[in-house]
């Protein structure tokens, strides 16, 4: 027993002592600071799959640029080696009538450079500066446009710069002897015309950089003329191949030249009317002055004059006044050669025959106006309508136009062309002015019948008298017969407005009353006669609207036709002048052109004896 016990015993300690280290166990201190170690395998396996992803995104993107990306690249390199050269269409000719040249393109050279591949801008800049000065190039401006820079858009830069325009082709030579590879020296052309003036005022002028047609036919006619640039691309290399790549890109548009433009006119007669204008206008110092020659049964206009002229080669000399055309771009009151619209309506709507005669006194009162004539006549004055025509009565014209009213006279003023530009086919037309009878003052009906208060061109009048010349019938005037194509196809503008304003007879009446303006006794108008021919006509003398007045001298005229019994040829002479009538200014210069005009066209007097006509019944 005691054996058993002293086991058992033994045996109750032991797991007595195994249970306490079991619900107590032993407390492992740790190092503070010291982190716990990852596991390689772990390490290992992300850095395999970052990798892989890494080369499949490689992968990817070399599959995206090679099938997909390639082309766009590749274009956008090409792009950056192509040039771009304009290829100036050659602009057509403006001729007369028989072909003859007015102005013309002749060839000269253009100037570009390609800035990427200009190594020293300064220096180049230096040795272009020496050639190009005399044409106003600036050498600022030579080295911005030699120094490599963007396009407009910034996407690339700019391989295709002019250097100049239209340089002489000796000074072109020059510049290809610097044997510069960034230069380009090609084609180019300006405008001349050899009659250094000769129908400037017709023919106007161009810009000088790209030859757009800045006024006259130039300008009206731009498109016609200029025809289509064509475009020359073409790929050039850089660096040691700084040079057009000769198996490279390239693409090549030719230009179309442009079509050219036959005026009515005819340069010999225009070259006398114009020279026998500024003869006459010169010693007067006339500011400014007109001469027309029409075709009374075309409406071609033969001739156009402006005093002063301009050279369309020296604009920089000339005062801009002087570029336009003083005949439809300058308004005036025409003065008294407006009463022959007075009359032609009276005839026409029965108030007057050409045996009326009128009760003219010494002058007449209009609202707070009083018109006289120059010498008056007697109160009670009985006189015929071609006397009053003879000698330009006021009081007489005045008293026609009350028996006519203020509505048919606007009417007529209307119908002759007044208030609306003629068509002829220039830029600048004016319209001029009419004052309708709804806004008449007072002394209107005295002021407006003898042509004061009505704006008018030189233009506008001329065709008035073509009117009377042509039985009655208006024609719109033209100054281009055709366009000739580069192949020589000519085509015809469409054929002119026409419109009925007199009868024949009435028409005829009326120029057989005007010629008593060059016959009667005391008839203003003498100076216009011409030995052998029977002239119908009219003299006037008139201010210049400015600035809401009038300003200093007079604007004389005469406008008459030739012969007046079978009229072939209308002429009218307008001037500003500092002091004068249009009897002793403009009837002188009538009579010189339409002689030069009856001569110039094999115009011979018909015989005929001029008409009996009388001042008083």
């Known amino acids: 027993m005691g054996t058993k016990g002293t086991k058992a015993a033994k045996a109750t300690r032991g797991v007595t002592a195994r249970s306490s280290r079991v619900r107590v166990p032993r407390l492992i201190r740790r190092r503070p600071g010291l982190p716990k170690l990852a ?10 799959v970052l990798a892989l992803l890494m080369f499949a995104t490689i992968g990817v993107r070399l599959v995206q ?10 274009a956008a390199g090409l792009q950056d080696r192509l040039i771009h050269a304009v290829l100036p269409a050659s602009r057509g000719a403006i001729l007369d009538r028989d072909g003859k040249i007015l102005v013309h393109s002749i060839e000269t050279r253009y100037v570009a450079v390609d800035p990427m591949a200009v190594k020293d801008p300064e220096a180049l800049a230096d040795q272009l500066f020496a050639i190009l000065d005399k044409y106003g190039v600036l050498r600022s401006d030579l080295v911005r446009k030699m120094t490599p820079h963007k396009t407009a858009n910034g996407k690339g830069n700019v391989r ?39 129908a400037s005022n017709i023919i106007g002028y161009t810009s000088r950089e790209n030859l757009s047609g800045q006024m006259g036919i130039e300008q009206q006619y731009d498109s016609v003329l200029r025809g289509v640039d064509g475009l020359h691309t073409y790929e050039h290399g850089e660096g040691e191949l700084d040079k057009p790549l000769p198996y490279g890109y390239e693409e090549l548009n030719p230009a179309r030249p442009g079509s050219s433009v036959e005026l009515t006119i005819n340069a010999d007669l225009q070259y006398s009317i114009q020279s026998a204008l500024a003869a006459r206008m010169e010693p007067l110092k006339a500011d400014f002055a007109s001469a027309i020659v029409i075709d009374v049964h075309t409406g071609e206009i033969m001739a156009m004059a402006s005093y002063p002229s301009f050279a369309p080669a020296d604009l920089d000399r000339t005062p801009q006044s002087q570029w336009k055309d003083q005949c439809t771009a300058t308004v005036f009151d025409p003065g008294s ?13 029965g108030i007057i025959t050409p045996d009326t005669a009128v009760t003219v006194n010494s002058k007449v009162r209009k609202g707070d106006t009083t018109y006289t004539d120059h010498p008056p006549q007697k109160d009670g004055t009985k006189m015929t309508i071609p006397g009053i025509l003879a000698l330009s009565s006021n009081v007489g014209t005045i008293a026609v136009a009350d028996q006519l009213g203020k509505d048919r006279l606007y009417e007529y003023q209307r119908k002759f062309g007044l208030g609306q530009r003629t068509g002829v086919g220039l830029p600048n037309e004016s319209p001029g002015q009419l004052l309708p009878p709804d806004k008449w003052t007072g002394s209107s009906p005295g002021s407006i019948p003898i042509g004061n208060g009505v704006a008018t061109t030189a233009l506008q009048m001329a065709m008035v008298y073509t009117t009377i010349a042509n039985d009655g019938l208006w024609v719109q005037p033209t100054l281009v017969r055709k366009i000739i194509a580069p192949d020589g196809t000519a085509t015809k503008p469409p054929a002119p407005a026409t419109r009925r304003v007199l009868d024949p007879k009435v028409a005829a009446e009326l120029r057989t009353m005007l010629e008593g303006v060059t016959t009667l006794d005391d008839a203003t108008g003498h100076q216009a006669a011409i030995p052998g021919y029977r002239i119908a006509g009219k003299t006037g003398t008139s201010k210049l609207p400015q600035n809401g007045g009038y300003a200093d001298g007079d604007v004389v005229s005469f406008i008459g036709m030739a012969p007046a019994e079978a009229p072939r040829y209308v002429v009218a002479v307008n001037a500003h002048v500092p002091g004068g009538a249009g009897g002793s200014v403009a009837a002188p210069a009538f009579k010189e052109m339409m002689a030069l005009t009856l001569s110039s066209f094999g115009v011979v007097p018909t015989g005929t004896e001029p008409p009996k006509l009388t001042i008083y019944p």
């Open 65 to 74: 640029l090679q099938l997909t990306d390639a082309s766009a690249y590749a």
């Open 337 to 349: 050669i407006h009463k022959v619209i007075v009359m032609g309506a009276a005839l026409q709507e």
């Open 39 to 48: 596991e390689p395998r772990r390490r290992l396996r992300l850095a395999t």
């Open 160 to 198: 295709f710069e002019y250097v100049a325009h239209q340089i002489d082709v000796s000074d072109g030579d020059r510049i290809e002897a610097l044997h510069v590879g960034a230069l380009k020296v090609a084609r180019d052309e300006r405008r001349e015309i050899p009659g250094y003036d000769l």
